[in-house]
Structures are given as C-alpha cells and as structure tokens.
C-alpha cells in the first residue's frame, strides 16, 4: 500500500487551510491532491486577536481552535474524495495548528511556542491518526521550534555541487540554504506577507494586495525603509525565528512616527521594498554562491515582491517552486505531511544547526483515530 500522509498548514497569514494528500512512496514525494479553504473573516479576526493578551483568552482561544480543527476535517474530506481514497488508507495527517504565540527561550529560558489545535478532535472527526504540537519538542531541547521545513526543502530542491535557497513567503519570511557541501542552514528574515496584508486591508479592504499592483504604483520612501531596516531582529545572527509577536501593527505604527506625511500607498510601496530586502541581504549574507532562489508560500505570487527580489539579486535566478515541481501554495502543507511521516517512523524532524537545539529529536506526538 502506498505511504500516503495528509500535511495542514494555515500560517501567519491567517488566509485559511492549505492542505496535500502526498505519496511517499515514490523517490521523490508526489502530492496526489491540493485543496485550500479560507478562513472567514470572523475567524480571521479572532485568530489575529489572539496573538496579543486580552480578556478571558483561553476560553476564546480553545474554541477557535476548534474551529480552526473543523476546517481541517473539511480539508481533510476534500482530499479523500478529490483522490478517491479512504481514511484508511491513510497512514496520519500532520496537522500544524495555527500559531498565535512564539516566544522560545524567553522569560524563563524555556519559552514557549503556542500553536491553536485540538487534534484530539481532529482524530474524532476524520478517522485518522492525528501528528500535532511539531514544534514544543525542539523548544523544550533549547531551539527555536522554527524553522521545521529547511530538511524537507533539502529533500526536494537540493541539487549536488549546487547553492540553492528556499524562501517562504507566508505572514514572516524564512529562508533555507542547501549548501553544494550538503549543509543546510535555516532561519526567519523577518516580515513576509503579515504587514503587507495588514496596510492594504486597512487601506484598500482588500485582504491583500493582489500580485503587488498597489505597491507597485506607489515610491519607495528611503528614510523610512532605512529605519525598518535598523529593526535589532534582521541583523540578529542565527538561529533566530520570529513571528507577529514583533511583526505586528504596533511595531509598524511606531516605524511610522515622524512620517506622517506619507501617502498609504508609498508605504505599502516601501513594506513591500523592506520584505525584499530584508530576504534579500540574508541570501547575501549567508549564501553568496547561490545561484538559485526558489520562492513558496503566498509572497511567491505577488508579482511585484518577485520582482524587487530579482533585481536585488541580479546574479540569481529567482523562481517560484513550481518551476521545481512543487506550487507555491503546497510546500509548507507537504513539509507537515514529511514531518508527520518522520514522526510516525520514529526518525528525527528538526535540524539542531538550524534551530540550536541540542539535538535531533522526534517531533510532535500521535493521536490515534
């Protein structure tokens, strides 16, 4: 019987489910389905309030991820009856959660990294063995619990004697360097889509900027990029990850003091030029021999973002994923399905070079159907 495994992603941008039924049977693995379902704009809201302290939280917090849970199983069954398989014949789904808080190594010198699940639940309603919580097992051994995806990146774009970089542009950015030795380094840069869709939403109420138009219409605003580009995050050394713990809509309203002035859609302009760069002096500063940039996630299909990142790379070819055979929208979704697979095979998901935790360990915890 094929090794078939279900990834679920919803991400930082609060977009909704992405989800994969992948065969692992094969070589290389193969997604024998896509389906993608939104979230409301009520569970948007909800969600995004989570990621600060508010009144009687944890009451909010559990059944939003309940619901957060049934748009899972809906995923769920729209993959099974897309490929025509049953339950049973899958071996678990990998199911991320949606993070609202991650502060490892803070407070305490644990942390911690809160990702919104009730696997439980999800078990209860698809009939399938559940793989939940990847990320508080390389918290709890000292790393950052981000990124997971760099080992699964490495499986699907590493090319021998070769450079390449994976960039994931969902809410916040990261990067993968598969190095031509066969080291792999990981890291987030900073901001992806989170304060994009934020300033357009606000201003537009469009919940993003559909392909870059907006930004691109707009003129960078140099001082201002220059003060976003002092943030101490983006020249921090690595192992680092962050989340919209500091990429939120304070953090912008404080950049913006003394530049009142500015028109909504210069500063749309200038965020989009502050993600690029931020990506971009991380591929220079980690990977100057690359000569591939593979981009994922949502950012990959803002055309405007692509190309900011193209000419401050002139001497790469930057690409979405799907050139490589993977489309944008599938990657971390299929990464959660490897990381579910490594988990139910008793092999390690976490890279201690990537995240600095003391070892390799087994991610997550099963919850049987």
């Known amino acids: 019987m094929p090794s078939l495994y279900i990834g679920l992603m919803s991400g930082t941008s609060l977009d909704g489910v992405d989800g994969v039924l992948v065969d692992f049977d094969a070589l290389t693995p193969r997604v024998l389905s896509y389906q993608a379902i939104p979230f409301d704009a009520q569970l948007r809201h909800t969600l995004l309030a989570l990621n600060t302290p508010a009144e009687n939280e944890l009451h909010h917090a559990a059944l939003a991820a309940n619901r957060v849970v049934r748009l899972y199983a ?40 809160l990702q919104l699940n009730n696997p439980s639940l999800l078990a209860e309603l698809t009939g399938i063995d559940v793989v939940a919580d990847f990320r508080s097992r390389d918290v709890a051994a000292g790393g950052q619990g981000a990124p997971l995806v760099p080992l699964f990146h490495q499986g699907m774009f590493a090319r021998p004697e070769e450079t390449v970089c994976v960039l994931n542009l969902g809410g916040i950015a990261n ?27 606000l201003h537009t109420g469009q919940p993003f900027d559909h392909d870059g138009g907006w930004a691109r219409s707009g003129q960078v605003i140099e001082p201002l990029l220059h003060t976003m580009l002092r943030e101490p995050f983006l020249h921090q050394v690595p192992p680092k990850s962050t989340g919209r713990d500091l990429f939120h809509p304070a953090w912008l309203t404080q950049q913006l003091q003394g530049f009142s002035t500015l028109t909504a859609v210069d500063v749309q302009a200038t965020l989009t030029e502050f993600t690029a760069r931020a990506c971009l002096n991380d591929v220079l500063r980690h990977a100057p021999l690359a000569r591939e940039l593979l981009v994922c996630g949502g950012g990959a299909l803002n055309g405007w973002l692509m190309a900011r990142l193209q000419h401050g790379l002139p001497q790469l070819h930057v690409a979405a994923t799907a050139e490589r055979g993977l489309p944008p929208l599938q990657v971390e979704a299929a990464a959660f399905a490897w990381l579910a697979r490594q988990t139910t095979l008793r092999l390690p998901g976490n890279s201690p070079k990537v995240t600095g935790a003391q070892g390799a360990r087994i991610l997550g915890g099963v919850f049987p159907a």
């Open 74 to 113: 809906d995923t769920v069954s729209a993959l099974l009856q897309a490929s025509g398989r049953q339950a049973q014949h899958i071996q678990a789904i990998g199911a991320h959660g949606q993070t609202v808080r991650h502060q490892p190594g803070a407070y305490d010198g644990t942390g911690y990294t």
């Open 175 to 201: 990067l993968s360097v598969l190095h031509a030795s066969g080291e792999v380094q990981g890291f987030d840069c900073g901001p992806g889509n989170a304060l994009l869709d934020h300033w357009c939403h």
